[in-house]
């Protein structure tokens, strides 16, 4: 979109903020009844006796079976339409229908927010007054650059009593184009693993050697100076003739991070990061476990040991050590 | 022979695009709107410029933009590598460049579509293709892979030996956030946050909040040098060039130099402060305002000290004296900085630092300023260039 | 079936992880159960067009099984007052989501308990986050 289309696109979208999803109060198609509570109970694995247990409840605090809480929103949806004819117009259809029309045809929930005020009890009718509350502005996310719409929808029974409240956020963005809309096999569903180092000549016989378990220091066969991460060279002398020794694995923490955004597949959390020195004399660079972020301070020493972390991924881990 | 760059070239025009989030055009377009709007900033014309430089980072071909901008033979090109660290490199470059009779007039330019496009908060992980795999990959398999947590491991550090240095950082975040607010070009113009907001901003990697970590954008910057000579001529008061240096110190690795004795301080930044001070004859003393690269907010601690404008580790105590603020003893990142008015890789901080020598700043401060100190990026190999008005 | 007392409980508790399952199943029949017809949350080809391996679970169902982990800790004389949800990653079949939570806030005048929430899967990581407050006994 060019800055003129936007403005005009923003122009209109605007409009739509105030405007009610339904005329008038909708009346959810069946009142709250037994049936299809159990049902819900059923599949989400609920036991919880004050929505089942006819027996139960009646020597309750409350006296009687209420419908879930959770529920609330499930009562006034439309039906197997939405399905089978499509989604009946109504006033955030229209909106969504407009976001579509100009590419922001990606759609995506993000967040429901709820409160409830009293609970609904088997053979109330439920009654939803929804409206689009806000368009945000041109946001640019993760997903691709597009609005959140939020809308705001207020829940009664017969009695004119207020049971809940909520705020359903969505994002409507331009969807990044898809590459042939790759149909992955759930059954091969991969679990993610951490990101590989590359092995190429100078680093692969370190790699090799952490995959079984060893932790290896490069060393100069002609001066004996110490050097990590590997490279061809001694700094020193000059001698490209080197061998290794093993770590012991003994260390220092000399500095540390807590990573917390972005997350990345594949890694576990909390994830802690360490500068560590060696015993040896050289640094390396490794996760810290085995504790608390609150109990890592610099300069605390550490034993590290070489774990798979992963399906693919050997690594040193440091573990502090106690006194 | 040696050749003391000094005073012989000058800025002589400068040019920003619209900062935001989503351009909706090219970067090859927002790298000609800066380098034509900086070559009329000049009072020059396309067919006078003789020389471009850029990034090696930059994804816009210089003759690309030659073509687009009308911008006729080129004598001299050059690229800087290792991302922000290349901002006053750009400089670096095309001063000798004219200081040798090699180019007349040469562009320097930054464009991206820095937050639409490619972002680089999102890391280094992925398909990595680039010479340097290898050496990301001491630090990927452990989840150490942005270039927020790779700050933030000296950031760590120099907290363990330095005072008060979170109170710092939230100084040097709000202090630009100030300056932004009253910026119009800046992204975050009007946007003021307090300390109470920074408490509360989302952690991204410990100790950095998201109010310590830069904005991506989408913008371009152009600065236009030319010999001093030359610049006298032109549209407005030539911004002499006094000096300018890059530095990568010894036992560097890009953004993971954890391997040096002590990491809490940036051996580059002091050899390029040296140098720059040398060239130019002048002292901290005579700095009268700076543009330090901000990508984070503790890497302007560590560039005040390499720069002597404290000692090592006091620069908490120099930042909450007020000394970056508009009546402070140094006015720094009056534009909003990268924090909050555009991370265009340290090339909109040179448009700044000229503008203040000029006078122009949004954010002018009240005293006189004859010289002003610009910073790359830092981290990586960097450099600093001095820029002062014509004695 | 015992519910536990507002004086039974201090901030920084924390209810024990559940593993759920993510099943096609699961996802479809909860869709249902919860009436929501959108084909996604029950035909793979539009899951698919999506850009998603398979059929995702629907939001009613997170909130579902984000009051129900709660619940199922604090005993049923518990009364809901607020559950509140951002989404995250997917859950689509073959995951396993696991669900934990933490008591982060009291208020003594309405003996209500704030729990904070999340719902990890091991494949995509965070799918859900928020909480879940109730009033107890």
Partial sequence: MTPEQTKAFEEKVYTFVGKPIYKGPRRGYDDVNSAMIRQWCEVMGEKNPAYVDQDWAEKSTRGHLIAPPAMMYAWTQEGYKVASEGRPTDGQVEMVKFFDSHGFSGSLGTNVDQEYFAEAKVGDAIFEESVIESISEQKTTARGVGYFFETYAKFTNQDDVLLGTQRFRVFKFIPPEQEEAAPTNSDTLEIPTRVAAPRGQDNKWWWDACDEGKILIQRCASCGALRHPPRPMCGVCQSTEWDTIESSLDGELFSFVEMHHPKFPGYQYPLLVGVISLAEGTRIIANVVGCDVKDVEIGMKLKGKVERVDEKTILPQFYPVNN | MTINVSGEAAIAGVANTEFSKNSGVSELELASVAVRDAIADAGLKPSDVDGMTTFTLDNTDEIEIARAVGIGDLTFYSRVPHGGGAATGLVHQAVMAVATGMAEVVVCYRALNGRSGHRYSSGVAGPLLTSDAIHWGWYTPYGLMTPASWVAMYTQRYMHLAEDVQDAMFEIAHVQRQYAAKNPAAFFYQRPFDRADYDASRPIVSPFKMLDCCMETDGGSAVVVTTAERAKDLKHPAVIVKGVAQAAAADMESMTSFYRPEIARIPSMDIAAKMAYEQSGLCADDIDAAVIYDAFTPIVLWQLESWGFCDLLEAPKFVLDGALRSDGRLPTNTHGGQLSEAYIHGVNGIVEATRLVRGQSVNQPAKEVNNVLVTSGVGVPTGGALLGRSD | ?137
């Avoid at chain 3, 699961?26 to 398979?54: N, W, Y």
């Avoid at chain 3, 604090?74 to 989404?87: D, H, I, T």
């Fill in chain 3, 1 to 137: 079936m015992k519910t536990l007392n507002y004086t039974d409980v201090s901030i920084g508790d924390k209810i024990p992880d559940l593993d759920i399952p993510i099943t096609a199943s699961l996802i479809s029949c909860a869709a249902l159960a919860t009436r929501d017809f959108e084909p996604c949350h029950h035909d793979k080809t539009v899951a698919q067009s999506m850009g998603l391996p398979d059929v995702f679970m629907n939001i009613l169902t997170s909130q579902a099984l984000m009051a129900r982990f709660v619940t199922d800790w604090s005993g049923p004389e518990a009364v809901m007052k607020a559950l509140k949800v951002k989404l995250g990653a997917p859950n689509v079949p073959g995951m396993t989501m696991t669900v934990s939570g933490e008591i982060v806030e009291k208020n003594d005048n309405e003996k209500s308990i704030k729990v904070d929430v999340t719902g990890e899967n091991n494949i995509w990581g965070m799918h859900m986050s928020g909480s879940v407050q109730i009033a107890l006994p």
